[in-house]
């Protein structure tokens, strides 16, 4: 190495020194023996106050180890209150005589009555915390988030990893739209301020053991506010339109020599195009996908043909037009919703018009109209009948 290598290196070297040693002490620093490891957070209202119910992970200490039963919950769950966010947090501290640190957090659950009032000045309020993740889960309770908090889930090391997977799986197959602190944070710093999130419902069973959860829909809102709920159908509508879905299973029953038929549909690409009319937009949007036959049973025992499976192609295909369709017209026409963020696609390609006419996008939501089309090739057809 030469010398003035090195000598570069020994500045570099003190330079990184002084900025970390420098600057050490304008953090408070904690041990971690002195926190409160913070899972999962559940936001509900009651009696005019904030409720945090929070999930924190516990590990049993044995023999100097940390002890982890994946059988068991490993958590522990604390409640505070306050007028405010800030105050009903930092009584974290009061509660457990240990600081709550929430880098670890999966998701966050809004109480239906919370997320009814208004949801921007909880969602600024973990924007702005240097501890929150971009990539925490956001989900409404169907019903009060303790109880999501509180749901004894057991397949995982913590009950929160069973939710965080849930909401993985379910934008896989076509049946959660999924939203982190990120996304929504984007959507609201928009001019066109819409945002969705899922709608879990906690079912609790008699057994512990037998509690699981699901998504029951999509919660639409707007400017802060919530506006409605959508169904799963709309849901997957509106994902084919929007997000990526790896698979969907699609049904096709009784039609021609077809008795049964599921296909495993794979999107490819979805693309958008509009057209102003009269002053109005139109979109039109345009599915590829590939798929593969999962499940195939023919009347009286026939065996498959190539027109069958075009006719399975061709109804898939149309019912995948028609959910996208079906969730334009309630989301866009019937909420002024716009999480499929069209605006952006007339700011883009539709300048002039959008200058004009971005004042009135809401009015105009109501009045565009959308139109589907959709494309599928079964690439796999290897079952007996």
């Given at each position: 190495?030469?010398?003035?290598?090195?000598?570069?290196?020994?500045?570099?070297?003190?330079?990184?020194?002084?900025?970390?040693?420098?600057?050490?002490?304008?953090?408070?620093?904690?041990?971690?023996?002195?926190?409160?490891?913070?899972?999962?957070?559940?936001?509900?209202?009651?009696?005019?106050?904030?409720?945090?119910?929070?999930?924190?992970?516990?590990?049993?200490?044995?023999?100097?180890?940390?002890?982890?039963?994946?059988?068991?919950?490993?958590?522990?769950?604390?409640?505070?209150?306050?007028?405010?966010?800030?105050?009903?947090?930092?009584?974290?501290?009061?509660?457990?005589?240990?600081?709550?640190?929430?880098?670890?957090?999966?998701?966050?659950?809004?109480?239906?009555?919370?997320?009814?009032?208004?949801?921007?000045?909880?969602?600024?309020?973990?924007?702005?915390?240097?501890?929150?993740?971009?990539?925490?889960?956001?989900?409404?309770?169907?019903?009060?988030?303790?109880?999501?908090?509180?749901l004894k889930l057991v397949e995982n090391i913590t009950s929160s990893l069973s939710v965080r997977h849930m909401l993985e799986n379910g934008l896989v197959n076509g049946k959660i739209f999924r939203a982190t602190l990120l996304d929504m944070d984007t959507a609201a710093e928009s001019s066109i301020s819409s945002l969705a999130m899922p709608?879990?419902?906690?079912?609790?069973?008699?057994?512990?053991?037998?509690?699981?959860?699901?998504?029951?829909?999509?919660?639409?809102?707007?400017?802060?506010?919530?506006?409605?709920?959508?169904?799963?159908?709309?849901?997957?509508?509106?994902?084919?339109?929007?997000?990526?879905?790896?698979?969907?299973?699609?049904?096709?029953?009784?039609?021609?020599?077809?008795?049964?038929?599921?296909?495993?549909?794979?999107?490819?690409?979805?693309?958008?195009?509009?057209?102003?009319?009269?002053?109005?937009?139109?979109?039109?949007?345009?599915?590829?996908?590939n798929g593969s036959l999962t499940e195939l049973l023919l009347k009286d025992n026939k065996t498959a043909h190539a027109e069958d499976i075009h006719n399975i192609e061709t109804y898939v295909a149309e019912m995948i037009a028609q959910e996208m369709e079906e969730a334009f017209d309630v989301i866009v026409r019937q909420h002024r919703c716009?999480?499929?963020?069209?605006?952006?696609?007339?700011?883009?390609?539709?300048?002039?018009?959008?200058?004009?006419?971005?004042?009135?996008?809401?009015?105009?939501?109501?009045?565009?109209?959308?139109?589907?089309?959709?494309?599928?090739?079964?690439?796999?057809?290897?079952?007996?009948?």
């Amino acid at each position: 190495m030469t010398k003035n290598k090195l000598k570069s290196l020994f500045f570099l070297l003190l330079s990184t020194a002084v900025f970390v040693f420098g600057f050490s002490g304008c953090l408070k620093s904690y041990e971690l023996k002195e926190r409160v490891l913070i899972q999962a957070i559940g936001i509900d209202k009651s009696d005019g106050l904030y409720k945090f119910s929070l999930q924190s992970f516990i590990a049993e200490e044995t023999g100097g180890r940390t002890g982890i039963d994946s059988s068991k919950s490993n958590t522990k769950i604390i409640t505070v209150y306050g007028k405010t966010i800030s105050e009903a947090l930092d009584n974290v501290a009061l509660v457990q005589g240990k600081t709550a640190f929430y880098g670890q957090n999966k998701y966050i659950a809004i109480g239906r009555e919370a997320a009814k009032e208004d949801i921007s000045r909880i969602l600024a309020f973990f924007n702005s915390n240097n501890q929150a993740r971009a990539g925490t889960d956001i989900i409404m309770a169907d019903g009060e988030a303790a109880e999501i908090i509180e749901l004894k889930l057991v397949e995982n090391i913590t009950s929160s990893l069973s939710v965080r997977h849930m909401l993985e799986n379910g934008l896989v197959n076509g049946k959660i739209f999924r939203a982190t602190l990120l996304d929504m944070d984007t959507a609201a710093e928009s001019s066109i301020s819409s945002l969705a999130m899922p709608v879990i419902t906690p079912v609790k069973a008699e057994n512990e053991i037998d509690n699981t959860l699901y998504a029951s829909g999509t919660a639409l809102f707007k400017d802060g506010k919530y506006v409605a709920e959508i169904n799963p159908i709309l849901t997957r509508g509106l994902l084919w339109a929007t997000r990526d879905i790896d698979s969907s299973i699609v049904a096709y029953i009784d039609s021609g020599d077809v008795d049964i038929a599921a296909v495993e549909v794979d999107k490819l690409s979805i693309d958008i195009d509009a057209q102003i009319v009269d002053g109005i937009p139109h979109f039109k949007f345009y599915l590829k996908a590939n798929g593969s036959l999962t499940e195939l049973l023919l009347k009286d025992n026939k065996t498959a043909h190539a027109e069958d499976i075009h006719n399975i192609e061709t109804y898939v295909a149309e019912m995948i037009a028609q959910e996208m369709e079906e969730a334009f017209d309630v989301i866009v026409r019937q909420h002024r919703c716009d999480v499929f963020r069209l605006y952006e696609w007339l700011k883009k390609n539709e300048k002039e018009f959008w200058q004009q006419n971005s004042g009135n996008w809401e009015q105009l939501m109501a009045l565009s109209t959308c139109d589907a089309e959709a494309a599928l090739t079964i690439k796999r057809f290897d079952l007996k009948n």
